[in-house]
Each structure stands twice: as structure tokens, then as C-alpha cells.
């Protein structure tokens, strides 16, 4: 039977590397016999917001929840609509009510990308940042009081809950067990925020005790953003909650060379809901429109939606695909961002030739 996948393409570059996302995911169906449905959909964007008043139509829930998995590309154009309204209304929705509470961002630097960090190798950096994400800090309990006056407070609370802190660190802990060094590393700041972050502490020490095969330890997230660039080499599993994870998986990334790579995955592990797999990136301003956004963020996020899907072979395709492409390092093919002088469109279809060969 076919697997139905939505297609939101979104603003800026999202809408310009969806289409070498989708490319690559027919070159893998066409290759692995894959029988995959395309839906696409013109909500979850800033010009559908322009239309209609808001981001998502009422049903959107009952339109998506039957899907096997959402593809997004990226929202937000801050210059026409303020980013809380699109993002809370759309792709923060999406993962609080499909209850897609862990995000997992690979972090890898990949052969022929150079990393800004001296003399870092491909080998050298290689982790997964697993992210809470559907509490912690982006809450939706607070406030404003005495607007517009010289009493006014504003406060955003940040909620932990048993249940939420729990099921992300064993997702965690179980991946680290699945990796050759069985490491887990803990992003807190117990030393300061006094309440929630010795909670998170004391349950990634609860958990512990079930995985005495993992190594795990913790850093304060201020070294922790230091670690990165000083010893990528140190992670393996990295986790963290909503927004020391946010934080986390731009850095990440910016070490292995290039936002414009990182994919990850919004995934409800149970499958009550279809999981949203996107590139890390957002929609780019300061270069949509021109054709050179780099489309690898994509691809590799549909690579890893097929993994989800249970087509391990086809994802693997996919990801040495984007290896075989960015070893060859042929300048006219890579975008900007990775040492090129290509476009969008000639990275995608060179990704899409091999993934087919
Ligand atoms: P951004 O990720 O859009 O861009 C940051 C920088 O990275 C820019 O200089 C951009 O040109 C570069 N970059 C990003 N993706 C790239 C790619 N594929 N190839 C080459 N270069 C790339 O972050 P921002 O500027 O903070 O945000 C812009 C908009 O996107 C805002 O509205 C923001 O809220 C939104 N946003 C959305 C998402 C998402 O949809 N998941 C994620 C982050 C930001
Ligand atoms: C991300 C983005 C989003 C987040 C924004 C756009 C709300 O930065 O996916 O990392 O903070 O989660
Ligand atoms: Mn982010």
C-alpha cells in the first residue's frame, strides 16, 4: 500500500529545496520500488497567512493526522509576519499536537566539507543532539500584565513534566546504546535556573541507573556551547531540553561546516501521529529567491523520513548519495555555502543522479 506523505513547502528557501527533497525521495522509490504518494499543501506559510488571516486552516488536524509523515521545508518572513505568529502557528503546532516530542538532529562532518574548527577531519565530528520538543522552555504558560505602562511584566514559565523529561532521555539513552561509544552527554544549567534544570539532573541520574553501559555525563550548556567547538570529538549522543537543544543543533552543525546540511527529525515515537522531518535551517531571507540555498538539509531529512517509514536501504542510499557528491567536491555542482559556485537545483539533481545509479 502506498505511503502517503504531505508536502509543505513553506517560505523563502523552503520552497526553493523542497523540490530537490522530493526529487531525491523519487529517485529512492524509483530505485527501491517505494510506493509513495505526494500530497502537497500551500498552508503552513507566511503568503497562505497573507490570505487567510492564519497559518493552518481549522481542520489542518484532521487533514494531516491520517499522513504517514510530513515533509516540511522551512516558515517565517519576518518582514511580513512577526515570527511567533507564523511559527506558533504552524510548525510549533504540528509538533506539540502530533505530540512529536523528540527532535533528532544529526550533527557530521561530512567528506570534502571543510569545518571552520583547524583541523577537524571527517570522523572527528559525529553526534546526534536529541532535543525535547514539546515543553521545557517553549511553553505556552505566562503572560502580560499592566500593558503599556511602566508596571508592565511579561514572564513565560517553563514546564517540565515526569512524563516528558523521562520518554526524551530514554530516547536518548536507547540511542546511545545502539552507537559504538555508548555516550551520553547531558546538556543542564543546574547551577543557576534553581528549579527545573536540578529536575532534569535528577532524572537524567534516575535513568542512568537502567543503561550502566552508557557513560553519561553533564555539562553546564554555557561550557557546553564552548566544548562543541573546542572538543567536538568529546560527543556521541548529546540531549537537552527544548531550547538549550535548539541552541545546540545551529551550532552543531555550524561546525560540521554549513547550516545548510543539518536534517532532523520531529518524531512521535509511537506512531499515535505522523512524524515532520525538515531541514534544521529556516527560510533563509537573506538569500531566498536567488537559487542558491543548499538542498543537502532537505534531502537528508527525507533520508531520513524513509528510514522512519521502515525503508532502511533506500535512506542509506540517499545519505552516501550526499557523500559521493560532496567527496567529489565539483565546484560547478556544490552550493556556496560548501566552497561552489553551483545552485539549489544543480546539487539536487547531481544527489538524485546517484541515489538512481
Ligand atoms: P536561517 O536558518 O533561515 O538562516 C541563517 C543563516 O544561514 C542565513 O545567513 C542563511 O542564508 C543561512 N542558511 C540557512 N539555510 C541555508 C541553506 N540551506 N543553504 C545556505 N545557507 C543557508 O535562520 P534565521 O535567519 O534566524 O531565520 C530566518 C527565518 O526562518 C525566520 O523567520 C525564522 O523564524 C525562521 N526559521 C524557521 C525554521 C523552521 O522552519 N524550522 C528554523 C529556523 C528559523
Ligand atoms: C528550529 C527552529 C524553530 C525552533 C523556530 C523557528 C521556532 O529554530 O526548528 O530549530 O526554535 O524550534
Ligand atoms: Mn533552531
Redesign the pocket.
Known sequence: MAQRIAVIA?D???TE?MPEGVRALEAAAKRFNLDLDFHTFDFGSCDYYLEHGQMLPNDWFEQLKGFDALF?G?????DTVP?HI??WGS?LQFRRQFDQYINLRPCKLMPGIKSPLAGREPGDIDFYVVRENTEGEYSSVGGKMFEGTEREVVMQETVMTRTGVDRVLKYAFDLAQTRPRKKLTSATKSNGISITMPYWDERVAEMAKQYPDVAVDKFHIDILTANFVLHPDWFDVVVGSNLFGDILSDLGPACTG???IAPSANINPEGNFPSLF??????????AGKG????I?QIWSGAMMLEHLGHQDAAKAMVDAIEAVLAEGDADVL?R?IGGQGTTESLGKAIAERIGS
Open positions: 513553506g523563502g528557501i523552503g529545496v516540511y522551512a516558515v517565517g518572513w519576518p515570527d507564523s511559527l510548525l554549513t547550516i545548510g525538515e531541514p534544521v535551517h529556516g527560510s533563509a531571507p537573506d538569500i542558491i540555498a543548499n538542498p538539509g552550493t555555502d
